[in-house]
């Protein structure tokens, strides 16, 4: 076997397995990082702050006495609080009994009920306030098209175009461009064009209104790769431009989307223009569950890529308050579809496919990191914000076991029993580790 032909797959492994590591660590420390620094305030004591598991490749100590260290597998991380007898923060009975009043209440065994709840708490809270930080940071870089809609930069398409930069769209083929505002306006105007590749445009330049010709709105061009998706594996690429369909021209998006749907699933014959040049491929399309707006599941034939209009609109950078309740509400979806998804997955109405374990999770971290810096920033947030809500789960040994346990020690006065605990801890590792066999079963049998 020649070496040299493993170079390009070795290239990708290694360059996957570092987005995954990124991602990862990020999430990882804010996690952490809420759990030390609310415990801190608390009155809680950390002993070590650690990335990572294993040898420690380095480490060192700040003027608390927290030792701060990166570890050899990063796969995670941990704090180790003062009386804790490991990471899992299990606590350190004979540790704790021979400290003194005054040390007991540094430690979390000994720590009042309100300065644990928080400290636990920290953790998911800070994987969602990551999620809004990223969300909102992308959309502030990526702006919001300004209204009226406005020619920003024309994509390379194999058609030619009299739009140009800085062009104001009124009309097309004398339908007037609806706002904004109403979204099923703009799909209403799309379904009365002419079935043409070529329309008339009405613009303003310059100050004057002129009628030019260009492509068709909404090309079948592809913006963005759904990871994991069919056009991924095929080796189609940002900038692609598909004109045929085996051997039918087409020249929107919508016919794309008819095409692959009638197939059924059926391998589709694809002639793509990239770069002035035409390209033959061949990709089947894959069955995919997508979340409706009621909540629900629709299964549908897909490609995975996503689509856009024949150029870049022109966009403005929107206001912080704007572009903060972008990211709150990109963060509830997020954990709205993940509830939603499991529940669907549980009930048999989805695949079970639909979750995926560490292999899975790394093959999307390095196809995100592909498509550019804001992707894998986005998909940063989106892995946060999931994680946050895993933890939340009511399941012993996550955040979520923890804090049913103060629950109930808050209406009982008391904590669980020793013997109780042990039982619920051993039940939940069995859960958590179960889950874990499960998606990484999927990440290598399904399809």
């Not at 801190?40 to 480490?59: E, K, M, N, Q, T």
């Not at 020249?251 to 390209?279: T, Y």
């Not at 997508?290 to 206001?319: H, K, L, S, Y």
């Not at 998804?341 to 390095?366: D, F």
Request: contains cysteine; proline residues 6%.
């Amino acid at each position: 076997m020649d070496i040299l032909t493993l170079l390009p797959q070795f290239g990708n492994l290694i360059w996957t397995l570092a987005a995954f590591v990124i991602a990862l660590s990020v999430i990882v420390a804010i996690h952490e990082y809420g759990h030390y620094i609310v415990g801190r305030w608390s009155g809680i004591h950390a002993d070590v702050f650690s990335l990572g598991f294993g040898p420690v490749l380095y480490a060192r100590t700040d003027k608390r006495g927290t030792v701060w260290q990166v570890a050899a597998l990063p796969f995670g991380g941990y704090v180790k609080f003062r009386g804790d007898a490991n990471a899992a923060s299990a606590p350190d009975d004979e540790a704790v009994r021979e400290m003194s009043e005054a040390e007991k209440r540094s430690t979390m065994a000994g720590a009042p009920l309100w300065a644990r709840t928080a400290t636990v708490a920290a953790g998911p809270i800070f994987n969602f306030v990551l999620a809004i930080a990223l969300f909102t940071a992308v959309g502030m870089t990526r702006g919001v098209a300004v209204d009226p809609l406005t020619v920003g930069e024309m994509r390379p398409l194999p058609q030619e175009t009299a739009l140009q930069e800085g062009d104001v769209l009124l009309e097309i083929d004398g339908l007037r461009m609806p706002d904004f505002e109403n979204p099923t306006a703009f799909d209403d105007m799309l379904a009365d064009l002419p079935e043409q590749p070529l329309l008339d445009y009405t613009v303003e330049r310059d100050g004057q209104q002129l009628v030019v010709s260009g492509p068709w709105l909404m090309p079948p061009v592809v913006t963005q790769l759904a990871p994991q998706s069919a056009a991924f594996a095929a080796g189609l690429a940002v900038g692609d431009v598909i004109t045929a369909i085996d051997g039918q021209e087409i020249f929107s998006f919508s016919q794309l989307k008819e095409k692959v749907e009638a197939g059924e699933g059926a391998p589709l014959a694809l002639s793509v223009w990239r770069g002035g040049e035409i390209i033959e491929m061949t990709l089947e399309p894959r069955r995919v569950d997508e979340p409706q707006a009621d909540g629900g599941f629709q299964t549908n034939w897909r490609i995975g890529i996503v689509g856009g209009m024949a150029f870049t609109p022109a966009t403005t950078t929107p206001g912080i308050a704007e572009a903060l309740w972008g990211g709150v509400t990109g963060t509830y979806e997020i954990m709205r579809g993940s509830i939603s998804g499991l529940w669907h997955m549980v009930t048999g109405a989805i695949s079970s496919c639909n979750m995926s374990g560490p292999i899975g999770i790394a093959e999307v971290s390095g196809q995100m990191a592909s498509q550019g810096a804001m992707n894998f920033v986005y998909f940063i947030g989106v892995l946060s914000a999931a994680v946050g809500l895993l933890n939340l789960f009511p399941i012993p040994v996550l955040d979520g076991g923890h804090l049913v346990f103060y629950a109930y020690e808050a209406v009982a006065g008391k904590p669980p029993s020793d013997g109780v605990l042990r039982v619920l801890m051993t039940v939940g590792l069995v859960l958590i580790l179960s889950l874990m066999v499960f998606a990484l079963t999927n990440d290598i049998f399904c399809p």
